[in-house]
């Protein structure tokens, strides 16, 4: 069964501490992505990676960060965290082209 | 600008009828469109994707059309059971490019 595991199901963290989200994939995927997700705004693409060691912003990079530095593992960073990055966060690999994405369970992350 | 819209963040329908969901874009030129299924508090998972040269495409009880005059997937249930409830998004992918822009879902609750 493959997999997108997400390090953390629920997170609760203060303002100005340095946040780091982990996403392991076991499907030997290139692609992997980073969205958040808020009430009414839907799905939004935060950075994304078709390699190791390779990254692409995406429609919201302010205030993130992301480091690959092996296939299987990506991870998301927030740098300062702040009230308005309070959000539920998802992880996926594949999706590349015609191919479907995979999603983990996602990290509810609130920020106070 | 270019935008993604689906047809209402809610829809109604009684068991045993088809439940249809429209997604809507502007100025984009998606190569592929796919559909994915959200249960409350989960990564979205898989449904189906079509091809820009693709009319229409079926599995079990769903079906998918893609008119890019009209820049239009329209998503059918058939025979909708409870089970069926879940948010519904419509992704495209941004031409041939490796990553995909969601829709902001519709709520399917079919109703016993």
């Known amino acids: 069964d493959v997999k997108v595991t997400q390090s953390s199901r629920y997170l609760v963290k203060r303002t100005g501490e340095k946040v780091f989200l982990e996403c392991v994939q076991d499907?030997?995927?290139?692609?992997m992505f980073w969205y958040r997700q808020d009430p009414g705004l839907g799905l939004r693409l935060i950075y994304f990676s078709y390699d190791v060691k390779m990254k692409e912003k995406g429609d919201i990079p302010e205030g993130y960060s992301v480091s690959r530095e092996k296939k299987e593992r990506f991870s998301l960073i927030l740098e300062s965290a702040s009230t308005n990055q309070t959000s539920m966060y998802l992880c996926?690999?594949?999706?590349?082209?015609?191919?479907?994405?995979?999603f983990g369970q996602g990290t509810r992350l609130t920020v106070v | 600008s270019q935008k993604i819209e689906q047809n209402s963040e809610a829809l109604n329908i009684q068991e045993g009828k088809t439940a249809t969901l429209t997604c809507n874009y502007t100025n984009y030129s998606p190569a592929y469109l796919q559909w994915y299924r959200q249960d409350p508090g989960r990564g979205p998972v898989f449904l189906l994707l079509?091809?820009?040269?693709?009319k229409e495409k079926r599995k079990e009880r769903l079906k998918v059309t893609f008119d890019t005059t009209l820049k239009q997937s329209l998503f059918h249930i058939t025979a909708s059971q409870p089970a069926d409830s879940a948010t519904y998004l419509c992704?495209?992918?941004?031409?041939?490019?490796?990553?995909?822009?969601f829709g902001p879902g519709t709520r399917l609750s079919v109703l016993p």
């Open positions: 079509i091809r820009e040269n693709e």
């Open positions: 499907m030997d995927h290139e692609n």
């Open positions: 992704a495209l992918a941004k031409n041939y490019g490796q990553n995909f822009v």
């Open positions: 996926a690999s594949g999706g590349g082209g015609d191919t479907e994405a995979f």
